[in-house]
């Protein structure tokens, strides 16, 4: 098991302020929104890349924009993105299940996500994983993952139901390459780990799971990272 949280950036300009103090393993979340952030910055791509491959990081896994994997553009944004892991090392890549407008195929949308995401990973290591998202109208929700055996980052935040991640974890453990983990409050999420978390934690290392542990904070946490990080170091024996 690998520990670390994540660590975004929006804009080329941000490079330096957003990593010149980080000293902890991360996951490299890129800019997010897809047309306002993504976009801008994709001609940049070379630069960006040619930053962290100088910057001694240890990334432990990469978030990709916020595209839609239902759309044709994947193919585009989606092959940027496992080539520019594939320049770091990386083999782990995580995207969101968009969602889906009313009175579509989900059947017909999730065969063409599935299509381009093994058409994208085709002679690469790196490989795609889908977040887990609770809303209906999602493409894939968390248990249609486990029923389609698709390799998901597992995200404890995102999920309401404390026994839908126990049944998630108990039934898929070994097709879970990705946990982002953070608390859930009764008016927001992404906030420090709870003894939920810990036990989701201990759990995995019990099964000797080897994949990574991403704390994925509110940005007026990060400063507890690096001490949560050695927390959990602390209670899986590393």
Request: charged residues 25%; aromatic residues 12%; contains cysteine.
């Amino acid at each position: 098991m690998r520990i670390g949280a994540r660590v975004s950036f929006d804009r080329v300009d941000q490079l330096e302020e957003r990593y010149k103090d980080v000293d902890f393993p991360i996951e490299l979340a890129l800019p997010w929104k897809y047309y306002q952030l993504w976009l801008p910055m994709e001609t940049s791509l070379g630069r960006v890349l040619e930053f962290f491959q100088n910057a001694g990081l240890n990334i432990l896994s990469i978030h990709a924009t916020q595209g839609y994997i239902t759309e044709d553009n994947f193919q585009d944004w989606g092959k940027k993105t496992i080539e520019f892991a594939e320049s770091l090392g990386v083999q782990n890549i995580t995207v969101h299940p968009n969602k889906l407008r009313q009175k579509t195929s989900r059947e017909f949308y999730q065969q063409k996500a599935l299509d381009m995401i093994e058409q994208l990973q085709n002679g690469c290591k790196a490989r795609f994983s889908i977040e887990t998202f609770m809303h209906h109208k999602r493409v894939f929700r968390p248990m249609e993952l486990v029923e389609m055996d698709i390799p998901m980052t597992l995200d404890v935040a995102h999920i309401y139901e404390e026994n839908m991640i126990w049944s998630i974890l108990t039934k898929n453990w070994k097709n879970i390459p990705v946990v982002h983990l953070s608390a859930k409050g009764e008016t927001g999420h992404h906030l420090p780990i709870d003894d939920f978390c810990i036990r989701v934690v201990e759990y995995l290392a019990g099964l000797n799971w080897q994949g990574i542990v991403v704390l994925e904070y509110l940005f007026e946490f990060h400063k507890q990272l690096p001490d949560d990080i050695a927390k959990l170091h602390r209670i899986i024996g590393h």
